[in-house]
């Protein structure tokens, strides 16, 4: 009786902890539960947001968005997981969400030693610094002994520590759970600055009491690529979405936009229908239906109409393009070949 | 134990008597039976820990996660807002780990001492004959038990401290301590030459007040006489360095916080972060000790206070000398559990971003590094040790403290 229950046991054990790594495929999960898992940001305006009706909008929500539309032809069929800068890569390698869009930094150390892969970068971002105007600094080399709130677990603060080093200032970090409560620190003076990527001081400065009293320095000392994080081991769904950036990307660079786009998979260029699936195999090739390309475009749009409506001139943000712009207009974004 | 074994040698001789052989009721031999079950049992166990473990090890390789110890030896790459020991950013994960370990002895080495004295403070004054000593007594335990421990810790770190004014409007008392958003600073005394002398006159004067206790105690046996123990102690302590420094002529000089630029620099400074987490440790802790105080205290029958007052002894000392002595019994099992719990609440310091070990190592290293199951077993050890320790001072002491005749 006990013989068998511990038989039981073990083999149930060995099943559980031996399923994650070799279960069926992420494409074949999300297929039969019929909904994409994915992980966000708390609140981030701009990249990840909930409005009052519980609708999750953003740039980096639309990632998520094109991935469902390209996957289940539905871009409305995610499953949105908030998780703190501690938790993320916990959630991402437990098999908690399929995939990771929340304002993540591509490094090395990630990529090697995490066991996740980097799908590509959705928003090129630099860590800068964000203070308010009556400390009447214009520029980072004067803060010097000055204090400053970072959010902890973030690859910001790392970037911090190797900026005062090399030049030579002295600072205090106070590390901070959430970015709220970063932010409620920096407004209560506990610090005389706060640290974190461009986009997210952007957004951090329009949640302040009183926006135009703070200032963002013109200094960025670290390049901060931010993109879609996928576990790695499992080929096709990095493929997969890779290869949804990329399509948004590239169809903001022939022009197709969530207007045009079902014209032109019969009055479009070769390139077009391509892309749309109106010839070639690109969809079967990666596992998908041929229109995938064409369900992105449609439900979400194109890199740029989503740039604008979360974080550009459609946005409180207010961002300009900056390096996030097409390589054929002066930034350096670039979809490897659609064909 | 006796029943049985009488049983067993009954049975024993009735095989015996019957001509049977022990062999052919081998497994029904109640002594190899209990053996094997408790064999099968650990082999079973171990084989499925066995299991759970290879089988992380091999799913984590599988998925390409680096496992190993060796992250320690690199260094950390960020900088800790507080530190006892000299620490920056080109430092080792494994000196990140003994900061943040020494951070959190700090916070809980300090709000075991407050929260004990709140705790009987609070505890006795249940007891007082004055109703509004008693009503604040209760107040206190019944407002600081029912709220929860987060909650407290952000009510003194957002609501109180950091409604403090700013840096260049800092409270200061004197122009010599400073209070601000920024945290408390305080003057320090530095030492120069001779100065160590004034240490040495310090450290004879606390040995002197424990001979002078022993010396007193056994008069007041031997003789009934009492000797005024508490202002002669208070006298060497304060009198000796005193007197060491006039002669060896004042070698200190007193190092004022001057602001500079964004901060207070010089002295000594303790950031808002580590009075938040303190306070609302001892004032919440001590909330649960003034009640462990007031079980022990009502433990004790209260024919000792009415044999105490027979024999004229004032009612602080009664309860002194008579009560809380007896108490001790009771309170400091209690106290066990409590001062174990301060240590294991002090991770709330993630929440306002106090640099302990939960938030250092379990925080920011386990992101930079994303060895989860290293950093996470690591700090368990360590709040298990650490408890432990507290565990065994706590029984050590409760042996001393021990009903003794039985």
Not at chain 1, 193 to 221: C, K, M, Y
Not at chain 2, 40 to 67: C, D
Not at chain 2, 79 to 98: A, G, H, K, N, P
Not at chain 2, 269 to 289: D, K, N, Q, R, W
Request: proline share 3%; aromatic share 10%; with cysteine.
């Amino acid at each position: 009786m006990f013989k068998k229950a511990l038989v039981v046991a073990s083999t149930a054990a060995v099943t559980a902890f031996s399923g994650a790594a070799s279960a069926d495929g992420t494409l074949d999960q999300v297929k039969q539960r019929g909904q994409l898992s994915c992980g966000v940001s708390t609140g981030l305006a701009g990249f990840s947001q909930r409005d009052e009706n519980g609708v999750w909008s953003g740039l980096d929500v639309d990632v998520c968005r094109a991935v469902a539309a390209a996957v289940l032809g539905d871009s409305e069929a995610v499953q949105y997981k908030p998780l703190t800068a501690k938790e993320r890569f916990t959630a991402l390698a437990s098999g908690e969400i399929d995939i990771l869009s929340r304002n993540t930094t591509w490094t090395h150390t990630r990529d090697t030693s995490l066991g996740i892969n980097f799908a590509g970068t959705n928003f090129y971002d630099g860590a800068s610094f964000m203070v308010m105007k009556d400390l009447g600094v214009t520029s980072a080399t004067e803060l010097d002994g000055a204090n400053a709130c970072i959010q902890a677990g973030t690859s910001t603060e790392l970037a911090i520590a190797d900026y005062f080093r090399e030049m030579n200032m002295s600072y205090s970090p106070v590390t901070f759970d959430t970015s709220d409560q970063t932010r409620a620190g920096f407004e209560s003076g506990r610090c005389d600055f706060l640290t974190s990527d461009g986009s997210q001081l952007a957004a951090l400065r329009i949640g302040l009491a009183d926006p135009s009293n703070a200032v963002i320095l013109p200094e960025v000392i670290s390049k901060e690529p931010l993109g879609p994080v996928v576990r790695q081991g499992d080929d096709q769904w990095f493929n997969i979405v890779k290869w949804s950036l990329n399509a948004m990307i590239e169809a903001e660079e022939q022009g197709v936009t969530s207007k045009n786009a079902k014209n032109r998979t019969v009055t479009g260029n070769p390139a077009n229908k391509r892309l749309l699936g109106a010839e070639g195999e690109l969809g079967s090739n990666l596992g998908l239906s041929s229109d995938w390309a064409l369900q992105i475009v449609t439900q979400v749009g194109n890199y740029g109409e989503s740039y604008e409506r979360n974080v550009g001139k459609g946005s409180p943000l207010q961002l300009d393009r900056g390096l996030n712009q097409l390589w054929s207009k002066g930034g350096i974004l670039y979809a490897p070949a659609m064909r | 134990m006796f029943k049985q074994k009488t049983l067993e040698e009954t049975k024993a001789a009735q095989r015996r008597s019957t001509g049977q052989s022990s062999a052919a009721s081998f497994y029904n031999n109640p002594s190899v039976r209990s053996l094997f079950y408790q064999v099968a049992l650990i082999a079973g166990l171990l084989y499925f820990f066995g299991n759970i473990i290879g089988n992380t090890l091999a799913n984590m390789e599988a998925t390409g996660i680096k496992t190993g110890f060796d992250f320690l030896d690199s260094a950390a790459g960020y900088d800790v807002l507080m530190s006892l020991i000299s620490f920056e950013s080109q430092d080792t994960y494994l000196r990140v780990f003994v900061v943040g370990f020494l951070n959190t002895l700090l916070v809980s080495a300090i709000g075991i001492v407050f929260a004990t004295m709140l705790g009987f403070l609070f505890g006795v004054m249940h007891f007082s004959k004055n109703l509004l000593v008693r009503k604040l007594a209760q107040v206190y335990v019944e407002l600081f038990r029912n709220v929860p421990l987060l909650l407290q810790v952000f009510f003194w770190y957002f609501a109180v401290l950091a409604s403090l004014p700013s840096a260049r409007q800092s409270l200061s008392l004197g122009e010599a301590f400073f209070l601000n958003v920024r945290g408390l600073y305080m003057p320090k005394l530095v030492g120069g030459d001779l100065s160590e002398w004034v240490w040495v006159a310090l450290g004879a004067a606390i040995v002197g007040v424990f001979f002078l206790r022993r010396w007193a105690k056994a008069r007041q046996d031997a003789t009934g006489q009492q000797f005024p123990v508490f202002y002669a102690s208070l006298g060497m302590v304060i009198g000796a360095p005193l007197l060491v420094a006039l002669l060896t002529g004042l070698p200190f000089t007193i190092e004022f916080p001057v602001l500079k630029g964004f901060n207070y620099f010089g002295g000594i400074s303790v950031i808002p972060e580590l009075m938040a987490l303190a306070i609302a440790l001892s004032v919440y802790t001590g909330a649960f000790i003034a009640e462990a105080v007031r079980a022990g205290v009502q433990a004790v029958p209260h024919g000792q206070t009415e044999a105490a007052r027979s024999i004229g002894l004032r009612e602080d000392k009664i309860m002194k000398l008579i009560i809380v002595p007896q108490a001790m019994r009771v309170i400091v099992p209690l106290l066990n559990s409590e001062y174990q719990s301060l240590v294991k609440n002090s991770t709330l310091a993630a929440a306002i971003g106090y640099p302990d070990l939960f938030n250092v190592f379990v925080g920011t290293a386990l992101n930079q590094t994303g060895q989860a199951i290293e950093t996470i077993f690591m700090t368990i050890i360590v709040y298990f040790v650490v408890n432990m320790v507290i565990s065994f001072l706590m029984n050590r002491f409760n042996n001393a403290v021990a009903l003794v005749s039985r």
